[in-house]
Structure formats: structure tokens, C-alpha cells
């Protein structure tokens, strides 16, 4: 079974829930927590690709490929690996 991006970000959406700030204090509460949430996932996988990042020099032309890709995308969201 291959997962598509979308769908991954549709499950995760879903299990978080909204984060857009609203005038309400009870859901700004909710929606905090929620933020919170998807930002310690975010590190989490963000540093997982900044080890895979890692091995852009590796000499087996598979872990190289993978290490710059990590790289490349951890470059365009401007964090330097």
C-alpha cells in the first residue's frame, strides 16, 4: 500500500485538529494545544530528515541520493543541513 501525501495530511488534520486562531477563548485553548501538537510532530520529522540529510556525501549512490534530497528540501524551507 502506497500512501499519498494528501492523504497523510488529511489523517493528520484530522487527528490534530484546527489551528487557525479564532475570538473565542474557549477554542483558542483548544486550538493552542492543537498547535502544540502539530509543532513537537513537525520537529519530530523534521529531525529525522536532517539525519537522513546527513549522509548527502555517503558514497553509495542510494543513501547519497536520499541525503540530498533531505538536504535540498531542509535548504527551500530554510533551515541549513
Do not use: C
Not at 473565542?24 to 510532530?41: G, I, P, S, W
Not at 520529522?45 to 533531505?70: C, P, Q, W
Amino acid at each position: 500500500m502506497t500512501l499519498e501525501a494528501e492523504t497523510v495530511i488529511e489523517v493528520l488534520a484530522k487527528l490534530v485538529g484546527p489551528i487557525d486562531t479564532v475570538g473565542d477563548t474557549h477554542a483558542y485553548e483548544k486550538r493552542f494545544e492543537n498547535l502544540r501538537v502539530l509543532t513537537h510532530v513537525v520537529d519530530h520529522f523534521l529531525t529525522k530528515i536532517d539525519t537522513v540529510a546527513m549522509d548527502k556525501n555517503h558514497h553509495a549512490y542510494s543513501v547519497k541520493r536520499s541525503g540530498e534530497f533531505a538536504s535540498k528540501f531542509l535548504d527551500q524551507i530554510g533551515i541549513v543541513s
